[in-house]
């Protein structure tokens, strides 16, 4: 029986799927929405080399434009339609086609149309490298995207925190201000109660100094003593 683990060891493990002895394969195997034991296994963290001629396009949204990644890997058209023409081929197939059967009508179709199968597999490996690289080179920016944006959250984090600070100071500065006033205020008007209430009231109608506060609201834009000073007008008059 042919080992099908061998697999998982190909082109440094970068295959993900592989055909076990009855013909699936463990991605067609997998519970829908989970990745295979396989898969899981076969993802290693081996370092590799640069595959990319040109910088790779980016992934809008997650959707990949797979023939201007092979493209910046240097992988031909007419390479790429070799391995696209050999899956369509191989889609077509009934599933229930025992996998050597499928070989066989493959190899013999692509061999019918002047393909070497050699190439096949070459542009094959090929591209699963460059989807690893590009994989990769994802993922390394991903990360820095990440790391650059906890910093700048921690940074952000700590202004707020400093600006809450300042906050908390400054309104117990104010609360602190409040009872200090307030306190003089007492002080200030133990003596005025003294000379009496009238008194006062008297002296806060005639002061051009004083605001009364029983006094109607004056015209804006005018001065304290002008106001003052009108108002004495009135009642001298």
């Not at 000379?195 to 015209?219: I, Y």
Request: hydrophobic letters at 45%.
């Amino acid at each position: 029986m042919t080992d099908t683990r061998s697999w998982g060891s190909t082109v440094l493990g970068w295959f993900i799927v592989r055909e076990d002895a009855a013909g699936q394969s463990d991605a067609e195997s997998a519970p829908a929405g989970g990745e295979s034991p396989a898969a899981a296994e076969a993802a290693p963290a081996a370092s590799m080399p640069e595959v990319f001629q040109a910088e790779p396009p980016p992934a809008p949204g997650g959707q990949v434009d797979f023939a201007a990644v092979f493209a910046a890997a240097g992988v031909a058209a007419d390479e790429r339609d070799r391995v696209d023409k050999a899956a369509v081929l191989l889609a077509g197939l009934p599933s229930d086609t025992p996998v050597a059967v499928r070989k066989q009508i493959v190899e013999a179709s692509m061999k019918a149309f002047g393909v070497p199968i050699d190439k096949i597999i070459e542009t094959g490996v090929q591209e699963i490298q460059v989807l690893e690289g590009y994989i990769r080179r994802g993922a390394a920016d991903t990360e820095q995207l990440l790391a650059e944006s906890r910093a700048r959250i921690a940074q952000f984090e700590r202004e707020i925190q400093n600006i809450r600070t300042v906050m908390d100071m400054r309104v117990s500065e104010q609360a602190s201000v409040t009872a200090a006033c307030n306190t003089r205020k007492l002080d200030v008007q133990r003596v005025l109660e003294f000379f009496g209430q009238e008194a006062v009231a008297r002296v806060v109608k005639d002061s051009p100094k004083l605001h009364d506060p029983s006094a109607p609201p004056a015209a804006s834009g005018q001065p304290r003593s002008v106001q003052a000073a009108n108002a004495a007008s009135r009642r001298s008059g």
